[in-house]
């Protein structure tokens, strides 16, 4: 194991004085999760990890769950490191199946992220960071990485970009915001996306889309058009960050016009009913289709997007030069480490507190007829 530091603030949320931790195994069918409440004993960090990944691999005799961790597939140990802990395991992990996979993934970081001071996890593999069927690297999760219906089974988990869209700082404009998301093969996507732009923006220059009260009772396509209804909340302002009614609107449309491939247009009713004006200003009794005039380009992903393009035109660099400036890039990074890792002992103590729940036996979903 190699001792580094993790950021403060966790991905759980559970308060610090809890005991209380879930620690997640497979139901006896291998389809979903299972959630057992544990209090462990360990008051490092290091004794947490020991303990809490221990816990997974064993189960009862006579237990109506197994564990996660097939037999063949070892953990071998972790590295904290600045933006996200690195746990790794033994090079069988690819033999697994992808239900398999999925759900070993989902119970580590579901438990793992409960520990205060883990943001982000970061699977490995013999040392390596962990790549899907197509040969990508699978990027630093948290327990909001996976989504699923809660209760039941699962045919296969997919993993999607989801393109969504929030109202900027003055609520006029839409900022777009990419997010990678893991979701049962159950789930309808357009309730994925729903349920992203309901949680809000990742960034605090955006404001919310919607009502936090708001519900999705229904949704259906036919036709390319996909119709949505809401409770009646949805047609109420969020009580803070409150956009314009149109962009608003749009960053619901926008978004789901961009990400499912299905949909060309959305409809939306309040309670089955379109003859209503949403927050007093737009009629909903048309279809409402993808408005690019509202996009709104961001300056950072500006800037990120031009520096690639001079990047490309850039002649006489040698084809090493990015993986050099990677390299470089993690030294510094593990220098910033070593220097930081002297304040681990003060937070470490902390480790013994409280971990969110993550609610929800399944990291796999049942089938949603929407």
Known sequence: MIAALLLLGGCGKKEEDSTSYTIYYKNSSGTSLYEVSYSPAAETFDEMMTELMAQMSTVPEDAVYTSVLPETVSYQGYERGIDALRIDFSGEYYEMDNITEVLLRAAVVKTICQIPGVTKIILTVDSEQLVDGNGELVAAMDSESFIDTKNGGINSYQTTSLVLYFPNEDGTKLLKEVRNVDYS??????????????AGSDYSNRKAVM???????????????????????????????TPSAGAALYAIVNSICETADDV???????????????????????????????????????????????????EGEPESTDS???????????????AYAAEEDGTAAGADGAIAGVTGADASAEAQTE
């Open 211 to 241: 009502n936090s009260s708001a519900e999705i009772l229904d949704i259906t396509t036919k036709n390319g058009i996909c119709t949505i209804n809401f409770s009646e909340e949805f047609n109420q302002q969020p009580t803070e960050n």
């Open 264 to 314: 060309d247009g959305v409809k939306i009713t309040i309670e089955g009913s379109s003859n209503v004006k949403f927050w007093d200003e737009i009629d909903l009794s048309e279809v409402f289709l993808l408005n690019e005039s509202l996009i709104e380009v961001d300056s950072l992903e500006s800037e990120t997007e031009e520096a690639a393009v001079q990047a490309d035109e850039a």
């Open 324 to 338: 050099d400036a990677v390299v470089a890039g993690a030294d510094g990074a593990i220098a910033g480490v070593d």
């Open 185 to 198: 093969s159950n789930m309808v996507l357009v309730r994925v996306i729903l349920e992203q732009l309901m």
